[in-house]
């Protein structure tokens, strides 16, 4: 998939212009994206225009406006977006009440790596945690988690006859949600992605 540039983020007022036609295409996109896994847990998969949208609406937020500060965020974010064979995401903890957040975070220490997507021919594909060591430690876990899966290219195959399950299988939670059609097809855009 492809990377993002400087010369892909918009100055502020040509943003301006856009935003409301971009965000509501990005909206509409994350619907088919995002993925409940129980009561706890969503996962969003990303591509180059939600990390433009990321980076635009950061952009903009915080009145960024030289080259240097937009090329800062560009090369981070740019780390979020796939490579070929391959999905990107961030799994979110979705407590919003405080004490129940404290209750759980100390509990899913190690979430990061208990998600997976089973396939129809028995294959699994494990996460593969980006940015561990300043998101969780040994007591407690991060609310956002950055993952990536790598398919194999018959495992890619495999994700586009389906069913395709998203599975988080951990000691203290668990969740099998099967994706829709809808989801599978989009994210199999991901991973036949040219670079």
Same mark, same amino acid.
């Not at 856009?18 to 619907?31: A, C, P, S």
């Not at 780390?79 to 759980?104: M, Q, R």
């Not at 494990?126 to 007591?139: G, K, S």
């Not at 495992?155 to 099998?176: E, K």
């Given at each position: $998939?492809?990377?993002?540039? /400087?010369?892909?983020?918009?100055?502020?007022?040509?943003?301006?212009? +856009?935003?409301?036609?971009?965000?509501?295409?990005?909206?509409? $996109?994350?619907?088919?994206?995002?993925?409940?896994? &129980?009561? /706890?847990?969503?996962?969003?998969?990303?591509?180059?225009?939600? $990390?433009?949208?990321?980076?635009q609406?950061?952009?903009?937020?915080?009145? $960024?406006?030289s080259?240097?500060?937009?090329?800062?965020?560009?090369?981070?974010?740019?780390? /979020?977006i796939? +490579?070929?064979?391959?999905?990107?995401?961030?799994?979110?903890?979705?407590?919003?009440?405080?004490? +129940?957040?404290?209750?759980?975070?100390?509990?899913?220490?190690?979430?990061?790596?208990?998600?997976?997507?089973?396939?129809?021919?028995? #294959? #699994?594909?494990v996460?593969?945690?980006e940015?561990?060591?300043? /998101?969780?430690r040994?007591?407690?876990? #991060?609310?956002?988690?950055?993952?990536?899966?790598?398919?194999?290219p018959?495992?890619?195959?495999?994700? &586009?006859?389906?069913?395709?399950?998203?599975?988080?299988?951990?000691?203290?939670?668990?969740?099998?949600?099967?994706?829709?059609d809808e989801?599978? +097809?989009e994210?199999? #855009?991901?991973?036949?992605?040219?670079?």
């Amino acid at each position: $998939m492809r990377k993002l540039t /400087l010369a892909d983020i918009k100055d502020l007022r040509e943003y301006a212009r +856009e935003r409301d036609d971009f965000r509501r295409r990005i909206i509409e $996109m994350k619907k088919r994206r995002r993925v409940d896994l &129980g009561d /706890l847990l969503t996962i969003v998969f990303e591509n180059t225009d939600t $990390m433009r949208f990321q980076i635009q609406e950061m952009a903009r937020a915080e009145r $960024m406006v030289s080259d240097e500060q937009i090329a800062h965020e560009v090369e981070t974010y740019n780390e /979020l977006i796939p +490579e070929a064979g391959e999905l990107s995401s961030t799994l979110f903890v979705e407590i919003d009440n405080k004490e +129940e957040l404290y209750k759980w975070l100390p509990r899913l220490v190690g979430i990061q790596r208990a998600v997976a997507f089973w396939l129809q021919d028995g #294959s #699994s594909v494990v996460a593969i945690p980006e940015d561990e060591e300043r /998101l969780t430690r040994e007591e407690t876990t #991060s609310t956002v988690h950055y993952l990536k899966f790598r398919f194999t290219p018959e495992q890619v195959d495999t994700f &586009g006859d389906g069913p395709v399950r998203l599975v988080v299988d951990h000691p203290n939670y668990d969740a099998v949600v099967e994706l829709t059609d809808e989801q599978r +097809e989009e994210l199999l #855009s991901d991973l036949r992605a040219p670079l």
